[in-house]
């Protein structure tokens, strides 16, 4: 062991001559471990968050989205869709329709974004299908047979066979839908008449709910065959959209211009990162600014080792000149104080990431930490820690408490032999 380390080891453990340098420096190596701990804890929540919103928002959306430049339809989609299945990282592929309309119940209505779809190739690409938590989307199958509708007072007779409809579950509860139930889709793109542009209406049955947990899609989206919804928009088999799953998710911008090439002139592509840049730019501000939010805790750490410190120099100033009378020098005595610091700090970030990471890990792993689903969307509390994190963490906590011993060490490197013992 090096003399300045073997000497910041004993100054220490030996035992003082004023108390109050001992409880300081034991307070400074349990704020160490306080700071530390909760800037694990608090990582690791932002990054379970992260992650949880990521892979649920990914799971209800595609990786890249192709439409027209202009807002005429994909028409002659389907040799389009085949030869696109063949651009490489692609691994699914799904076409859809989108638009909006009234979907109204006796005196109550909302607007929705309809999405015209083939469920199994849907599947694919999106989860929202199998979010359904009430009824089934088995009856949007093309070859499923429309079942007769619940009798709805002044609605049509029982026995009209209507096609099916999946519903989000805010925009249900808003128009007082259930399962069995028929609806109106009023859509403005009509039919043109002689006293004008006529909206085109059809009922629908509900056939499920789904319930995603992301509010945009729960309270405005729904679901519905990809013939039905071409013939209520009077659009025959004509895409606004062919939707893509990557086996990469992060190249999603070069994948995205890969399929452009493909398809040709008069195509652009959107992916999930544009589309959701803002949101996670947001997040990524807030793992910022609790980093260094909390990190304070590890500041007011620091200025108690910076105090323990001075009080030790003070305390030692006449041993430390009997040392520089026997040849030790200056440089030495600094050195063992930023030893000393170092000691501090290390055992402090030790035992911080220690009790951070076993936090983590039992809220992971117990789910102890329970939220509201309804607001938060999620029941309990992610936890992701990462040994990245930790490994920054302790370069911050190590870093700073090495700064706090500066002015101690160099005050000791000061002291004058003759001076400190002139009165011994």
């Known amino acids: 062991m090096r003399f300045e380390l073997f000497l910041a080891a004993r100054y220490l453990k030996a035992k003082r001559r004023q108390a109050v340098v001992g409880v300081v420096t034991t307070i400074s190596i349990a704020g160490v471990a306080a700071g530390v701990a909760a800037l694990v804890i608090a990582l690791a929540i932002t990054n379970g968050m992260r992650s949880d919103l990521q892979g649920r928002l990914l799971g209800a959306t595609a990786h890249v989205d192709l439409m027209r430049v202009e807002l005429d339809g994909i028409r002659n989609w389907r040799p389009l869709l085949e030869r696109l299945r063949k651009v490489p990282h692609v691994t699914a592929a799904a076409p859809g329709i989108y638009g909006q309309v009234l979907v109204s119940r006796g005196p109550r209505a909302g607007f ?176 910022v600014v609790t980093f260094i939010v909390i990190a304070l805790i590890v500041i007011v750490a620091a200025l108690n080792i910076l105090i323990a410190l001075t009080m030790m120099v003070m305390e030692k100033t006449r041993d430390i000149a009997v040392l520089m009378s026997f ?67 302790a370069a911050v906590s190590i870093g700073i408490s090495l700064l706090a011993t500066l002015y101690p060490s160099s005050a000791a490197a000061r002291v004058l032999p003759a001076e400190a013992l002139r009165y011994e």
Do not use: C
């Not at 893509?244 to 008069?266: C, N, S, T, W």
């Not at 911080?352 to 039992?362: D, K, S, V």
């Open 112 to 287: 929705a974004l309809i999405k015209g779809i083939i469920p199994a190739q849907e599947r694919t690409v999106s989860s929202l299908l199998d979010t359904v938590t009430s009824g089934s989307a088995k009856d949007l199958e093309p070859g499923a047979a429309n079942q007769p509708s619940n009798p709805v007072a002044g609605q049509g007779p029982t026995n009209t066979p209507y096609p099916a409809l999946v519903l989000g579950k805010d925009i249900a509860e808003q128009i007082g839908a259930q399962v069995g139930d028929s609806v109106l889709v009023t859509s403005p793109q009509g039919e043109l008449t002689p006293l004008g542009l006529a909206p085109k209406y059809q009922r629908f049955r509900v056939a499920g709910i789904f319930h995603s947990g992301f509010y945009q899609y729960d309270s405005a989206m729904a679901f519905m065959r990809l013939a039905d919804a071409q013939r209520l928009f009077s659009e025959p088999d004509l895409l606004s959209v062919i939707s893509f799953k990557l086996d990469d998710l992060y190249r999603a911008p070069q994948v995205g211009r890969a399929i452009e090439q493909e398809a040709g002139k008069g195509y652009m592509t959107t992916n999930w990162m544009e589309a959701n840049r803002e949101l996670f730019r947001a997040l990524k501000l807030e793992q």
């Open 327 to 393: 040849g030790v020098e200056p440089g030495q005595v600094r050195r063992v104080f930023l030893m000393q610091g170092f000691l501090i700090s290390l055992i402090g970030t030790v035992l911080g990431l220690l009790l951070g990471y076993l936090a983590a890990w039992a809220g992971g792993h117990y789910h102890f930490i329970h939220l509201s689903a309804e607001v938060y969307s999620i029941d309990t509390l992610p936890f992701s820690p990462r040994p990245l994190d930790g490994v920054i963490v």
